[in-house]
């Protein structure tokens, strides 16, 4: 079972891959890393599912 919240922001999946929130933006602009923009800022979100299927050698 997961826990925690659905969405993680691109630091929060950074975090866990030991990669840098700018690396993990290159992975959704390249289109690696399926996320999207929410609020007024455009904050990115990742939901958690698709943060554990990214590999080290997409980012």
Do not use: C
Request: net charge positive; glycine share 12%; proline share 3%.
């Amino acid at each position: 079972m997961i826990t925690g919240p659905r969405f993680m922001t691109l630091t929060d999946v950074g975090d866990e891959l030991s990669t840098s929130p700018s690396q993990m933006y290159a992975s959704v602009k390249s289109g690696h890393l399926l996320a999207i923009q929410v609020g007024g800022r455009g904050q990115w979100q990742v939901e958690r599912m698709k943060a554990r299927g990214v590999h080290h050698s997409h980012v």
